[in-house]
Structures are given as C-alpha cells and as structure tokens.
DNA sequence: CGCGGGTTTGATGATGCTCAAGCCCGGTGG
DNA sequence: CCACCGGGCTTGAGCATCATCAAACCCGCG
C-alpha cells in the first residue's frame, strides 16, 4: 500500500528515500477505504486529512442554492485530495469530495505531513513539486475558463486528460468544463462533422 | 528597497531573519523599474524572473485569436509575479505580463530562487505558505468561475478585493471576471437598485 | 421485461456578446 | 476660457450561445 507512495515520491524527487524515512512516512499515513458515493470530506466539516489516491477516482464538488452540483476537481491514481482552504484556514468546507469509484487512500493529517516536512527533505521537495503543478494546472484552466469556448475547453481538456473521459461520465465531465450535460452533448456533436 | 520584502517574510513566517540570510537576499533580489505599459515579460518569452512588487501595478493577460486581451492575474504591492510554467518547464510563455502604473520589483532568477529555498529556512516556509495561499485563491476563483453567475462573481470580487477596483478600470475588471466592461456596467446598474 | 443510469434531441427562453453610438470628465493647447 | 481629445463608462438593438425543461432513447443488468 505505502509503495505506491514511496515510488511517487521517488519519481518526483532527486533523492530516494531512506529506509528510515520510510518508517516515518508509513507511520503518519494511515490507509482508509470509500466505497462508491461515500463522503470522503463533507460540506460543513473542517478538513483533517489530506489523501493520496492508491487506486479508485474521487470528485470534489460544490452545491448551489439551487442543488445543483459543480465539479471542481477530478481525481485518480496518484493525485492529492483535499480541500486545502479549509484544511489551511481551519473553517467549514464549502466542498463535497466523494468516492466515484470504490477508492484506497492514504490520509494523513495536517500537523503530521508538517513534520515530514522538516524531517524528510525529499518530501519537502515533492511538497513544493506538488504545489507547482498544481499552480500550472490551476492557471491553465482558469485561463481557459474565461478566455475559450466551451468548444476549445473540451478539446483541450479531451486532449490532456483522456483518462479521465474514461471514468467518469459525461455530465460530469460537462459539469467539470462549466456547462450542461446538454451542451456537452452537442458540443461533441459538432466535433464529429 | 529590500526591505520591504524582508518585512514580507518576516510577517509570513514564524521566524525572524538573520543579517547573513538578509545578506543572501539581497544579492539575490535585483531591483528593477518597469514603466507603465512596458512589459515585464511579452507572450512567446521563457520567463527568466520571478518578481516582487515592492510598489505599482501589473497585469497578467493572454490574447486569443481575435486580439482580445483576457486578464488572468492583477498585481499590485507584496504581490508575486511570474508565470510559473514558463519558467518551470522552460518553455514561451503564452502570457504577457505589463505594468499598469510605474512599478518598482525585486527579481530573482528560479536557480537563484531554489538555492535561497535550501540555504534559508523561512524562504522555504514562506514560499509554502505563498503556494498555499495561491492554491486557496485559485480553487476559489475556479469555484466561483464555473458556479455563479457574473453578478455573484463581482459582488465577491468586490468584496474580497476593493483595493483593486480602486487601481484598476472597470474594463479590466470585467476581463478578469470573464465578461465584457458592456455586461459588467449593466450588472453594477442592477446592483444599485 | 423492466429498471436505472446515462446520453441525446428538440423547443423555448435567458444571459451575455457584438457593434455602434453617445456620454462623461479630466487634461492640453489655442 | 473654451474647444477638443482620449480614455473610460454607459446605453441600445440584434444576435449567438448556452441553460432549461421535457421527452425519448440507449444499453447493461437483475
């Protein structure tokens, strides 16, 4: 279970990991299971743990006044997930993320991965990694978010990101682009012509 | 001029600087001046310098295939400014980056920048902290990007950031919030009745 | 066969864009 | 002191895009 997790580090940094590091890292991340449409953090609750995904696919989504669901993140094998406003701020999420399919993660808890910051430089080093990925990724999107079509969004995400066309269905994918299932639709549509 | 970001990170971070680290800092942060409409870095560059805005204002925009100039970031004082995948990945960026008043900046090159992360304890928290907070700031403008309507989106920006709807016109604005100024001006009409 | 989850299609309407014109206001120069 | 100009903001009319609502369809599965 914690080899995945040692791998990714692995692949993402200089170093490798020493046997001792090892034993800190297997101590402070604790293995959890969510099943299909289980809660992995609830809107209303303050984040505790940060998850690494072993294997399954998460969502991570907010609510609008009129019940409707919009998907904020998408998440597979070897991505983080949290929310990291409310994990940072100590303040209730506005944000559900739950299991879309039967998921294994690793969870652990703020004060603990701190510390393996200190402890472990080369998990500093994937921390900052991390963070910089995800600043391009963010940015990438936002861009396109208020500069593209939803034509454009959807080929580029279709292009980056096919894995995730494979697991998840449609009218989330559309909710993850900012439209409707409805004119995700016809998007395509008019791609195939 | 540096200090000024001295007190950036002193405020940031739960340690104090020493004079050998401020010394570090200094040689390693270039001032330089950028006038209002010259470019700090121009679309199809590899961005050299991540920079610190010691006084003035910046913007941050893309220009898709009809001209239009869509913002992505506003920049004013103790604000970070770079685009982070040029520089990580080495490759032109597809943003430009100006200023909008005379603007004085501390830059550092990213080899520069890494090596004061492993020389300088708070450096290395500070710059986790940033990234944390520009997480935060991303996953929110996303949020609000793909779930509220326009109106929603500049009564929030209006309320979290008045600082830069007093530096910035209201055209600029409407492209950051990712409407044009025409449906910007009729939405403050609505708000004010 | 029927059901559940997901996708497609159509009709209608709201929202925001485009283009064009006018307005406002603070310079600048005659 | 006034005329004009530029930058920014507002207003209006028409249009494109996308959302909404409702129905039909598709398909794997019990």
Redesign the pocket.
């Known amino acids: 279970m914690h080899q995945k997790l040692f791998s990714y580090i692995n692949q993402y940094t200089s170093l490798t990991l020493s046997s001792e590091e090892e034993t800190l890292i297997r101590s402070a991340f604790i293995p959890k299971k969510v099943k299909k449409k289980q809660f992995f953090l609830q809107e209303g609750d303050v984040s505790k743990y940060a998850g690494f995904i072993v294997k399954g696919a998460m969502r991570q989504y907010s609510v609008d006044d ?1 019940g ?1 669901e919009h998907i904020v993140h998408l998440y597979i094998e070897n991505y983080w997930v949290n929310d990291r406003e409310s994990a940072t701020m100590l303040t209730p999420s506005v944000y559900n993320i739950d299991a879309w399919e039967d998921t294994d993660l690793l969870t652990i808890t703020r004060p603990d991965m701190l510390d393996l910051i200190t402890k472990i430089p080369s998990m500093a080093q994937m921390i900052r990694l991390m963070d910089e990925r995800n600043a391009i990724a963010s940015q990438r999107r936002l861009n396109s978010a208020i500069s593209s ?3 454009k969004r959807y080929e580029e995400f279709a292009n980056n990101y096919p894995q995730f066309i494979q697991r998840f ?6 909710s993850y682009l ?12 008019q791609l195939f012509k």
């Open positions: 009129k409707v079509t939803a034509e269905p449609q009218y989330l994918i559309a900012g439209v409707t299932q409805e004119t995700l639709s016809r998007i395509k549509r």
